[in-house]
């Protein structure tokens, strides 16, 4: 069910989000014409950064770019503080491995993932790493572990070209927890968690709210009003024409073809077309 649902646990000492995004996955599928590996991996990198975007509370843009010289060069997602998911894959289809094949080293070789958040009123943040682990998300707890020392665990899954999320994460101690008593309330929580069976991630039965119920009702269970993420491009033609101004005139004289410039957005495939008399 399409949900991005925060929760805490144990007096907040824990947090936690569930993920399911299949209609806006499912949107951004429809403009493009991926193969199945895309598709995927794409469903994967959508999920772990709504997951990850969570952080964003101000008007802004939480970036996810996985670069690199393998058969996957790019996977580039957007997702707003409303969020409004965008997504955009490079790739050489001659190369790809089967839709089985889903590791970092099949689909990317050596690569890097590099995250971002702009936000209204906030110094830009940026983290990169290597693509450590088996999985994206791998390298995503690879993160949390060696950039923020956050104790995170994550689940992803996907069946039947859906993908469901559920991450938690430990706060800062309060003043009077004892770190060994903390340590051993996650460790039950993140049990419980690995607990969920694909039957409870992937039925239509069960709402997300439930689902968290059954895992976690003995463990002091708040859970946030949730927020459904969606597909939306916010492109624009000044932002094109933006780009082709700032080439000389030699250069975008090279770019015409019978009178016209086109350029097509990446993200959603709309087209802008541009003629002489733009540019005067
Ligand atoms: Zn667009």
Redesign the pocket.
Known sequence: MDSIMSFILENARFKGVYIGADKAIQDILDCHSYPLVIQKILGQGVVLSLALAQSIKYQGVFSFQVRSAGPVQSLFINVTHDKQV?VYAVYDEEKLPSDEDLTNESLFGNGELLFSVTQLGQEPYQGIVSLTGQTLTDTVLDYFKLSEQIKTDLILQQKDGKTRCLMIQQMPLKEDDEFEEVASLYETVDVLMNSVKDSELFTDKLAPEQLLYRLFHANDLTVYEPSVPHFS?A?HKDQMKRFLDRLTAKEREELYQDGEIVVE?Q??Q?QYVFKHEDFN
């Open positions: 965008r491009c492109c957005c993200f959603c709309t």
